[in-house]
């Protein structure tokens, strides 16, 4: 069994990464993409070393897509039936990349959700538009999930392996 060369390389991350990058003319040290996650190197908030987690750009989009053609799929369906296909659909997100320090990404699907919803909705007549506070009275009766983390900062100790 061979290593592929073009999938296996060694970085330079850790503590030291962030000097290390500028001594090699960098301004930021190499990311690594795994599970879903892009890790880089970050600071805490008493500046000693932390490793970064979001969601990678491929997923997020790979989510978005997904969460598009399921409100096409949906479009003729009861709102109700909608908002529990579609919190079906978050739960999920949610529950693999709710990890902590991910809590932007989480936000962002639930953004682009919320406003896809309501162009999807609008779409339902010709009449008229479907407003942002008729779709806050919609939320009211029929709420989406908030984002939330899964992996809260407390827990990830539990989760490093060293």
């Given at each position: ?39 880089y190197c970050t600071r805490n908030r008493n500046g000693a070393f932390a490793v970064g987690r979001k969601t990678e750009k491929s997923r997020l989009k790979r989510t978005l897509q997904r969460v598009h053609s399921v409100m096409r799929e949906i479009l003729h369906e009861r709102v109700e039936d909608q908002a529990r296909r ?77």
């Open positions: 069994m061979e290593l592929e060369p073009t999938k296996t390389r060694l970085i330079a991350f850790g503590p030291r990464a962030h000097r290390d990058a500028q001594q090699q003319g960098r301004q930021k040290p190499e990311t690594l993409y795994f599970l879903g996650f892009t890790h579609i919190n079906q659909l978050l739960q999920g997100h949610y529950a693999y990349f709710g990890m902590a320090g991910n809590y932007r990404s989480l936000k962002q699907v639930y953004q682009v959700v919320l406003r896809y919803w309501r162009r999807m909705l609008s779409r339902r007549s010709q009449k008229s538009r479907v407003t942002w506070d008729a779709l806050l009275r919609i939320l009211r009766r029929f709420p989406l999930k908030r984002p939330k983390l899964s992996i809260p900062y407390t827990a990830l100790p539990q989760y490093v392996i060293l």
